[in-house]
């Protein structure tokens, strides 16, 4: 199903600017924290916020982590090399894949559809209920 679970749609009538600022959220991170902050009582609005910044979150995770093992294999001569580019394309591939899935988050959110990116939201689960 496009990569990730689908769970439920909010009805059409339902406060659409609500959902609108929601679905900013996923290609516009600092949108999702304050919105994770501020939204108390919307559930689709603070779910949508939440999984949208630990969306980001892991992306950041994963971008450091793929930016120190290449800073390792760029310290050894040739074979580091040539695997030091190749994380180079894998994390300009990262960037171009990251920015596609926000967009096609936002609209799937837009539309009033409350889905689970799957290991996003079992982090996000685990640390809303921790």
């Known amino acids: 199903m496009r990569g990730s679970e689908h769970i439920e749609h909010k009805p059409k009538g339902e406060d659409e600017s609500k959902r609108i600022i929601a679905a900013i959220g996923y290609p ?3 949108v999702a924290l304050v919105l994770a902050i501020v939204e108390k009582e ?7 916020a ?5 969306f980001w979150i892991s992306i950041l995770v994963l971008a450091i982590g793929l930016t120190i093992i290449q800073f390792i294999f760029s310290i050894i001569p040739l074979i580091g090399w040539a695997i030091a580019w190749i ?3 894998i994390i300009v591939l990262g960037v171009f894949g990251t920015f596609v899935l926000s967009i096609l988050y ?3 959110v837009s539309n009033g559809e409350m889905f689970e990116i799957p290991i996003v939201a079992s982090i996000v689960k685990s640390v809303v209920k921790g």
């Open 50 to 54: 939440l999984q949208a910044l630990f």
């Open 42 to 48: 919307d559930r689709f609005v603070r779910h949508h």
């Open 106 to 108: 936002a609209i799937r």
């Open 28 to 30: 516009i991170w600092i």
């Open 87 to 89: 994380i180079d394309i």
